[in-house]
């Protein structure tokens, strides 16, 4: 998407862009501003896209430009499978309303057929740490 600025400076958006791609890929969804997810959209079908290819070069292309080995991992293994049969259009945008702050256009951006668990994966790991404080602060009681 050329001429697409997002008031940043380039290294910035470099950096904009990969994290959110990898929360994209991490999560499967994300709720981010409107013009932001329309930037996103086109970088992620071509990561989809490149992930399908089962070579080695593209493996190193999705390291290179994820800068994490877990997203292209799962570029690979989970979401090319997932979208063998389908050529292109592997992200929707939803528009989400408007942020309360700053009146600013907001979206949500998911894979179509999206795994609805992926967007728990960091929660598990909150609850589980919430019940150890609780079994913690049971035995301090006790004693």
Do not use: C, W
């Not at 910035?12 to 997810?37: C, D, F, G, V, W």
């Not at 930037?39 to 490149?50: G, M, V």
């Not at 080995?69 to 997932?82: C, D, F, I, W, Y």
């Amino acid at each position: 998407m050329a001429n697409k600025k997002l008031n940043r400076t380039s290294e910035h958006r470099k950096a904009l862009l990969k994290n959110m791609l990898n929360s994209l890929i991490k999560y499967e969804q994300i709720k981010t501003t409107l013009p932001k997810a329309k930037f996103l959209k086109p970088q992620a079908d071509k990561i989809i896209t490149l992930g399908k290819k089962d070579t080695l070069q593209t493996t190193r292309q999705l390291i290179t430009q994820l800068q994490d080995t877990k997203s292209a991992n799962k570029v690979k293994k989970t979401l090319s499978k997932r979208f063998e049969k389908r050529n292109g259009g592997y992200t929707r945008i939803i528009k989400a309303g408007f942020r309360y702050g700053d009146n600013a256009p907001m979206a949500i951006i998911e894979f179509i057929d999206r795994d609805v668990e992926a967007k728990k994966i960091d929660k598990k790991k909150k609850d589980q740490n919430k019940d150890v404080t609780k079994k913690e602060e049971q035995k301090v009681a006790s004693a």
